[in-house]
């Protein structure tokens, strides 16, 4: 099954930009290969490449990370510590992108922890799914 994928203003505007800058013409590439699998997202739970961290009550819409890696180079996906924050919801077949970032990028003690305020005080209506 094939779903709609959207990277949310809010990412587009944060660290995408740093990702854009410091990787230049790997990012497009790097862009689109996340467009392809998020189309497929139900493969990436099968090869542990995502994590669900929080599902609705009706298990309809799941907030997970997944990591990804830059196109072209040598690093894994996991010791690259790059992440993206996903909301899928799968009554509607959408996956929103709503947050892309390197591990560095996040402040504080606990990576999850300073990625989940991030998602509640930029995204309401997912606030209540942490």
Same mark, same amino acid.
């Given at each position: 099954m094939k779903y709609e994928v959207t990277f949310r203003p809010f990412t587009e505007r944060h660290f995408i930009k740093t990702?854009?800058?410091?990787?230049?013409?790997?990012?497009? %590439?790097?862009?689109?290969g996340l467009e392809v699998e998020f189309a497929f *997202?139900?493969? #990436?739970?099968?090869?542990?490449?995502a994590e669900t961290i929080s599902t609705s009550g009706d298990n309809d819409i799941r907030i997970c990370k997944t990591e990804f890696k830059?196109?072209?180079t040598e690093m894994s996906r996991h010791a690259s510590g790059n %992440?993206?924050?996903?909301?899928?919801?799968?009554?509607?077949?959408? *996956?929103?992108? #709503?947050?892309?970032y390197h591990k560095?990028?996040?402040d504080g003690p606990s990576e999850t922890a300073a990625w989940q305020s991030v998602i509640r005080?930029?995204?309401p209506e997912y606030a209540k799914f942490l």
């Open positions: 990702f854009a800058k410091k990787y230049r013409g790997a990012w497009d %590439r790097t862009l689109k *997202v139900e493969l #990436l739970f099968g090869k542990q490449i830059i196109a072209g %992440r993206c924050i996903i909301a899928i919801q799968k009554s509607a077949m959408t *996956v929103h992108v #709503l947050l892309v560095g990028d996040i005080d930029n995204y």
